[in-house]
Every structure is written in structure tokens, then in C-alpha cells.
């Protein structure tokens, strides 16, 4: 492929996004980052909110705070963020 057709700098235009996590040593900073990844997945920008919390789509330590939300999603009747959580924990 031509490199005319590749974009070595694309990834510098994606949306840079402020997550709101709390200070890396907060309590809730787990928490926080579980969130982030989800609601990030819901606008397809996972790979930014990886790199903002430190921590894997997946994560094992996060998965606590994931079901968490996802039984919040469920009372609030947010499918999307159900669906994401449940794919987090699968």
C-alpha cells in the first residue's frame, strides 16, 4: 500500500476525552476507571480510556465495580451499558 494512504499522525486527531478519574491513591479510583472504561466502549473509544486509567478492557481487578454498574444499568434500564458490562465480565 502507498504510504499516501496511511496516516502516521491519525491517532493524534482522535477526540481526547476527560474521564474525571480522581487521583490514582483516591479509593474510588477503581471504580472511577470502570466507568470510564465503559462508557467509553459505548463511543467506541476504548483504546483512550486504557491509556487514561492504566488498565486492560477485561481487567480482573476492575470486574468488582463492573458488576456493580452493570446492576445499576439494569435498575436504570440502560441496555447498552448492560451489554457492556456484561461483555467486560465475560
Known sequence: MSRAFLRD???????????????????GYDRACARALLEAARVNETQ??????????????????????RVEAEQQGDDRLEQLARRFLA
Open 48 to 69: 483512550l480510556a486504557e491509556r487514561a486509567t492504566g488498565y486492560y478492557w477485561g481487567e480482573s481487578l476492575l470486574k468488582p465495580f463492573v458488576e456493580e454498574l
Open 9 to 27: 499522525d491519525a491517532e493524534g486527531e482522535m477526540p481526547r476525552r476527560n474521564y474525571h478519574l480522581p487521583e490514582r491513591t483516591d479509593a
